[in-house]
């Protein structure tokens, strides 16, 4: 059964409407990046921020009340047209919502920590909700009054990349019709002190691939897609998801498990790896990661095929990294450029040459024709994979 890609809403670091971002993301735009010592105070980290005016949370559902679920209503709102269509062709109990997300939103429950140790007492305005993982979904059903099956997966960097995979099973099994399906991440001191204990947070702008790598920049977005069967612009041609299990935190540095997640998602979609056209890799400016990446996909693509990692303009975005970095697919399928002009690899470095080498997209370049199929990779700790392939109809 085909699937179909119907909408896209998109907010990170490079803006809050799919026509700020696209135009922002094949210039290599990497404004949205800016330091600060907010979320690791006395020890300034580099983070890509969110930096439009959020929408504020209706007063009934005011113990949602977080940035997370905020950045979703963005995100809502650029979709909330096709939502609507789905509601009244479906029904609301025909629709379901399916988020990815790693932290949801535990930056309230931060600062109601630092409240009450100040004051004796947490703010009147928290409640415990703000930082459920699963409040995303549960406030996009209360807010959209959505009755069908409704759930949230964070399993780290490749949580909304796994969502999709759920998201299918949903109206392949005939429990819905529709599927709202995503993720979202907002910064939080967490994640930053987090990643810096364990020495992963880059001194300045993070370097995918780049020789001098030094770690990550964390960042935040949301992204939401409309899932379902109704012909639409993109088609949802094949998930890979695996396992490698070798380690807590670093990557298989054999590629076995990622592999078999890129070949996976190309033998779902009935393609050849020379069939696909561009690939957004997980690059997280790591030094195992990106040596690991460059490894498997050598090994499945060989070196012709055009790559790039959106991290140096964006941030890892963590549990919202693979629906976004997806949603920057689904912009390339559908500008329908003749040209085909491809995401560029920004890493402002040298690029690492003792890494297999891989065909990273420079600034302005174009394959010369329509880009019609992309594959996008997220890995995340514990080994867990996933590999996706859409293509425009």
């Known amino acids: 059964?085909?699937?179909?890609?119907?909408?896209?809403?998109?907010?990170?670091?490079?803006?809050?409407?799919?026509?700020?971002?696209?135009?922002?993301?094949?210039?290599?735009?990497?404004?949205?990046?800016?330091?600060?010592?907010?979320?690791?105070?006395?020890?300034?980290?580099?983070?890509?921020?969110?930096?439009?005016?959020?929408?504020?949370?209706?007063?009934?559902?005011?113990?949602?009340?977080?940035?997370?679920?905020?950045?979703?209503?963005?995100?809502?709102?650029?979709?909330?047209?096709?939502?609507?269509?789905?509601?009244?062709?479906?029904?609301?109990?025909?629709?379901?919502?399916?988020?990815?997300t790693s932290t949801s939103g535990v930056r309230n429950t931060e600062l109601a920590l630092a409240h009450a140790a100040e004051t004796g007492q947490p703010p009147a305005s928290f409640h415990y909700k703000q930082q459920q993982l699963g409040a995303g979904a549960d406030f996009l059903a209360d807010y959209l009054g959505?009755?069908?099956?409704?759930?949230?997966?964070?399993?780290?960097?490749?949580?909304?990349?796994?969502?999709?995979?759920?998201?299918?099973?949903?109206?392949?099994?005939?429990?819905?019709?529709a599927v709202i399906v995503g993720g979202a991440d907002s910064l939080c001191g967490l994640t930053v002190n987090g990643f810096a204990a364990l020495e992963s947070v880059s001194a300045g702008l993070c370097k995918p691939f780049g020789l001098h790598r030094d770690g990550i920049n964390i960042g935040e977005a949301a992204t939401l897609f409309v899932l379902s069967r109704q012909p639409g612009p993109v088609c949802l041609r094949g998930i890979g998801a695996t396992s490698d299990a070798y380690h807590f935190s670093a990557p298989d540095p054999d590629a076995g498990s990622v592999i078999k997640a890129m070949r996976t998602a190309l033998a779902e979609a009935r393609m050849a790896p020379e069939q696909v056209d561009y690939l957004n890799l997980h690059g997280t400016a790591t030094a195992l990661n990106d040596a690991m990446e460059a490894k498997a996909v050598h090994q499945v693509f060989g070196a012709e095929l055009a790559v790039s990692a959106s991290k140096?303009?964006?941030?890892?975005?963590?549990?919202?990294?693979?629906?976004?970095?997806?949603?920057?697919?689904?912009?390339?399928?559908?500008?329908?450029?003749?040209?085909?002009?491809?995401?560029?690899?920004?890493?402002?470095?040298?690029?690492?040459?003792?890494?297999?080498?891989?065909?990273?997209?420079?600034?302005?370049?174009?394959?010369?024709?329509?880009?019609?199929?992309?594959?996008?990779?997220?890995?995340?700790?514990?080994?867990?994979?996933?590999?996706?392939?859409?293509?425009?109809?």
């Open 312 to 393: 140096g303009m964006t941030g890892h975005t963590l549990g919202a990294a693979a629906a976004l970095e997806l949603g920057f697919c689904w912009l390339l399928l559908n500008s329908r450029d003749p040209r085909g002009t491809l995401i560029p690899h920004v890493n402002d470095d040298e690029t690492d040459d003792s890494l297999p080498a891989i065909n990273l997209i420079a600034k302005g370049q174009q394959l010369g024709r329509p880009i019609v199929t992309c594959q996008s990779n997220s890995f995340a700790f514990g080994g867990n994979n996933i590999s996706i392939v859409i293509s425009r109809t």
């Open 146 to 177: 959505i009755t069908g099956p409704t759930c949230t997966l964070s399993t780290a960097c490749s949580s909304s990349g796994k969502a999709f995979a759920s998201a299918r099973r949903l109206i392949n099994l005939d429990l819905c019709d």
């Open 1 to 100: 059964m085909t699937l179909y890609l119907n909408d896209l809403g998109i907010v990170c670091a490079l803006g809050h409407s799919k026509t700020e971002i696209f135009p922002k993301l094949l210039a290599g735009d990497r404004s949205g990046l800016q330091t600060t010592d907010e979320f690791s105070p006395g020890h300034p980290v580099t983070v890509g921020r969110v930096t439009c005016k959020l929408p504020e949370i209706p007063e009934r559902h005011a113990f949602y009340d977080c940035r997370n679920n905020r950045l979703l209503l963005v995100a809502l709102s650029q979709i909330a047209s096709t939502v609507e269509a789905m509601m009244d062709r479906h029904g609301r109990h025909r629709i379901g919502i399916v988020l990815g």
